[in-house]
DNA sequence: AGACAGCCAATTTTT
DNA sequence: TTGGCTGTCT
């Protein structure tokens, strides 16, 4: 094995570090607190169980994200030979389960080419499911009564469960639902995300040979923040780990924001006495923040009774007070936000530096109207990501069907898409049809008659073209053509392009644009199961990170990343601790876990800020502070009582801008590199700067930060 | 089949 | 305020 000495592997840690790396054998819990280095800890003990001889195919890491897999790999990859990397498992708990399925796709009672849906499949077929049942969508939104199936889920309970656990009729009726959506993603030959581990789970204890193998096969676990994890994937691990118990868990119960989810913070706090032989070891010594950010981090987490204790602390000094700013309404608070910018930018830091987090994503709108304004660069994190755009699930949903013929929710989504003159009545009496004959729609199609499925005749005849276009892609398929040649043959077939092209000539460009990103992504999978099951589980393509632009985000979408400046705003009852959160101690515990997140992502500069009136779902609400800020001590942050004693500019920064007469009056023709040309509307002087308004001959009304515009004369 | 008004509900979302 | 869904009209 071409692997370094053991020195090597230990090199550049600290002892707490170096111990949790080389323990060997039985339970180990890694405390890792906010940015103490758990990464590095996870790949070098991966490379030292292969110097101390473990067998790469023995090891079986297992991470949340995609992203932490992949990180993972590559770390380790770099330290090993080729020939252990590619035995080594570093995989999310669905990949892993997923791949464990296709092997024995038997034990989920599941038949090879099973589709895996996603959150939006699987909501489709719930909803159908409750229509199916005559349930009363309103009475029954498939979104709540999938919460509730998905939370029974994450705590292994199944329909038989939830109706003996049911208080009132509705809860009975849900368990039916839940009992009936089960019978309907195996009659669909399908998994949703939750299946993936529960009937890995259930297959595991119901096939002893199978989970022999598997218990034989991975001696070594490891598994990346522990504090997410529900207990059916604690149940997958323990299971796998139960002979040997070499279960090795990296986690910190003060970052678990997924409670809503079904993660089990009793998972990790319990672990050790689940496991008496448990070796806890804490990592608190922090390499992001200074001190400063580090204490109030500290300060604000201690009121949580359900953790480990620990106390992070850092080398990099005291560094600035955070500081905090409470701001008359939600507008002001983003004007904080862009003057503190304005001045930081002046100190010479980068937009890329930046980060500003909120609790919901509502909140980014009145940020990002502000920051155009002043013509700065943002991007906002989590929007609609590649999978979920119409077009790309659009052609998904065709290749699915060829892989996958008893998949009725693909089938649903593109039996008239493009348009075929299959409406919704025939689509009905289809399914209809379908279900007491106990086959899949297109199968349907394919056994039986028009007339024996009750179908007009017109309905029929755009029924045989489409099932012949169907027959057409399967025998490609079938012939071994190439997944992108597939993806042409679609796009070519169905006429999408025309679809894209007449829907909305403005979006057209870019929807082409997907396509043909989707098309090179199919280029590089080996076959198109392969493909799909890329995209099933690999929902999000990467965000260019290295854009000079500053980053909006939610709190659990910034969890894990880093910014040497950030601020997290709308610290108010109501918002942050959110007034769905408000009703018990969990889930206040929870929301003190989500702000110590957010704070913890600073390195170096950390500016947070209430509003007392802000709009909020179209009203306008006044919020008292944020219990988290009353909570804290006067010490651990510098208030800041409005925008004119703004600390960081000096007065050569402040002034300048202020006396400088605008370059243009009102009527004055003006030119914008995006929004072209128009005539300035207004000039309102303002407390941090002046606003300027234009109203654009081809994009109308917008206003602007005098100072930063990029407004020409015409 | 498609367009439009009216109604309702409204955290967070690794997979 | 926004978006999604439903029912009605063309």
Redesign the pocket.
């Known amino acids: 094995m071409t692997v370094g000495s053991s020195q090597e592997v230990l090199d550049g840690l600290n002892d707490r570090q170096r111990e949790a790396v080389s323990v060997l054998d039985g339970p180990v819990l890694v405390v890792a607190g906010a940015g103490s280095g758990k990464t590095r800890v996870l790949t070098r003990r991966v490379v030292y169980l292969l110097e101390q001889g473990v067998s790469p195919s023995e090891i079986l890491a297992i991470t949340?994200?995609?992203?932490?897999a992949r990180e993972m790999a590559e770390r380790v990859h770099e330290l090993v030979s080729v020939e252990a990397s590619q035995s080594l498992w570093i995989s999310?708990?669905?990949?892993a389960c997923?791949r464990i399925l296709r092997v024995h796709p038997e034990i989920g009672r599941l038949r090879s080419g099973f589709t895996i849906y996603?959150?939006d499949d699987a909501r489709r077929l719930l909803e159908r499911t409750i229509r199916t049942l005559e349930l009363d969508?309103?009475r029954f939104?498939a979104?709540?009564v999938m919460?509730k199936i998905s939370s029974a889920k994450a705590n292994l309970r199944g329909p038989r469960e939830m109706a003996s656990d049911a208080v009132g009729a509705y809860d009975r009726l849900v368990a039916t639902v839940y009992q009936a959506y089960e019978d309907a993603l195996i009659a669909n030959n399908a998994v949703d995300?939750?299946n993936?581990v529960n009937l890995v789970v259930s297959g595991l204890r119901e096939h002893t040979g199978v989970r022999e193998y598997y218990q034989r096969r991975f001696r070594y676990l490891l598994v990346d923040?522990y504090q997410?994890t529900n207990r059916a994937q604690n149940e997958l691990i323990s299971t796998l780990a139960e002979p040997e118990k070499n279960i090795f868990v990296v986690g910190d119960s003060d970052q678990?924001?997924?409670g809503?989810?079904?993660?089990d913070l009793g998972n990790i706090i319990g672990f050790s006495e689940r496991l008496p032989s448990t070796r806890t070891i804490a990592l608190e010594q922090n390499y992001r923040s200074t001190n400063a950010i580090l204490e109030l981090a500290n300060t604000l987490i201690t009121r949580n009774a359900l953790r480990h204790e620990k106390t992070l602390w850092s080398e990099l000094g005291q560094g600035e007070l955070p500081l905090y700013f409470v701001a008359q309404d939600d507008r002001q608070e983003a004007e904080f936000v862009v003057s503190q910018l304005m001045a930081l930018l002046a100190e010479g830091h980068s937009l890329r530096d930046v980060a500003v987090i909120y609790?919901?994503?509502?909140q980014s709108?009145v940020l990002e109207e502000e920051l155009s304004k002043g013509g700065i660069p943002y991007r906002v994190v989590?929007g609609v990501?590649f999978y979920d755009r119409r077009e790309i699930r659009d052609i998904l949903a065709y290749l699915r069907i060829l892989v996958n013929p008893d998949d009725d929710v693909a089938l649903s989504r593109i039996i008239?898409t493009p348009?075929?003159?299959?409406?919704?009545?025939?689509q009905e009496q289809l399914a209809t049809s379908a279900r007491t004959r106990n086959v899949s729609m297109l199968h349907a199609l394919e056994l039986f008659s028009a007339d024996e499925l009750g179908l007009s005749s017109r309905a029929a005849k755009a029924l045989t073209h489409f099932v012949e276009l169907v027959a057409y892609l399967r025998q490609q398929v079938q012939d071994g053509v190439p997944a992108p040649v597939v993806v042409d043959e679609v796009i070519s077939r169905t006429e999408y392009v025309d679809l894209i092209n007449e829907e909305d000539p403005l979006t057209a460009e870019g929807r082409l644009e997907n396509l043909a990103e989707l098309r090179r992504v199919a280029a590089e999978a080996d076959s198109l199961e392969a493909f799909l099951e890329q995209t099933?589980?690999?929902?999000?393509i990467d965000a260019d990170l290295d854009q000079s632009s500053m980053t909006l985000?939610?709190?659990?979408?910034a969890?894990?990343l880093e910014f040497p400046i950030v601020f997290v705003v709308g610290l108010e009852e109501g918002i942050f601790p959110?007034?769905?959160?408000l009703t018990s101690a969990d889930?206040i515990e929870?929301?003190r876990r989500?702000l110590y997140v957010a704070v913890t992502r600073a390195k170096e500069r950390l500016m947070i800020s209430s509003a007392r009136r802000r709009?909020f779902?179209?009203?306008v609400i006044y919020n008292p502070e944020s219990r988290f800020i009353s909570e804290l001590p006067d010490g651990v942050y510098r208030r800041l009582e409005s925008l004119e004693y703004s600390p960081v500019p000096t007065p050569e920064h402040r002034q300048p801008r202020r006396q400088e007469p605008a370059p243009y009056r009102v009527g004055d023709r003006v030119f914008h590199v995006r929004y072209g040309e128009g005539e300035v509307r207004a000039i309102r002087e303002r407390s941090v700067d002046r606003e300027v308004v234009v109203y654009f001959d081809a994009a109308g009304e917008r206003v602007f930060f005098g100072s930063m515009a990029k407004l020409k004369l015409v």
């Open positions: 949340f994200t995609n992203k932490a999310t708990f669905h990949s997923s996603d959150a969508t309103k939104p979104r709540a919460a995300f939750d993936l923040e997410d678990s924001i997924y809503f989810r079904g993660a609790r919901t994503n509502a709108r989590g990501r008239n348009h075929r003159g299959i409406g919704s009545g025939t099933a589980l690999f929902s999000a985000m939610t709190v659990h979408m969890k894990g959110h007034l769905r959160s889930q929870e929301e989500l709009s779902q179209g009203n």
